[in-house]
């Protein structure tokens, strides 16, 4: 079992910034792929990022690529996504999720956070 902790969510203006981490309990997190989704209001929650289990792989969704940046650390059992040049089209309730096989949709992930609200203002 994992549990997710999202944290760093809030109000930005465009083109600002923002830095969500998620924090996972136990001691299996360096054997998880982990990745980001977000649900827009009134949409369907979509993949953002992902990660594997060393780091040394990564993936975005075109609309984030080159602004967003996933990253992990397995001695701190975090994974986080930095965000730049926000738009208010980024604005969603972001989840963490972690997965036992890499994947890139989110009925791929075994495990979810609560979700953070990232709002971005024109």
């Known amino acids: 079992q994992v549990q997710l902790v999202e944290s760093g969510g809030g109000l930005v203006q465009a083109g600002g910034s923002l830095r969500l981490s998620c924090a996972a309990s136990?001691?299996?997190?360096?054997?998880?792929?982990m990745g980001w989704f977000r649900r827009a209001p009134g949409k369907e929650r979509k993949f953002v990022a992902a990660?594997?289990?060393?780091?040394?792989?990564?993936y975005y969704t075109d609309s984030v690529k080159g602004r967003f940046t996933i990253s992990r650390d397995n001695a701190k059992n975090t994974v986080s996504l930095q965000m730049n040049s926000l738009k208010p089209e980024d604005t969603a309730v972001y989840y963490c999720?972690?997965?036992?096989?890499?994947?890139?949709?989110?009925?791929?992930?075994?495990?979810w956070g609560q979700g953070t609200q990232v709002t971005v203002s024109s």
């Open positions: 999720a972690g997965s036992s096989r890499w994947s890139i949709v989110s009925n791929g992930y075994d495990y």
């Open positions: 990660i594997s289990t060393s780091g040394a792989t990564t």
């Open positions: 136990g001691r299996t997190f360096s054997s998880y792929t």
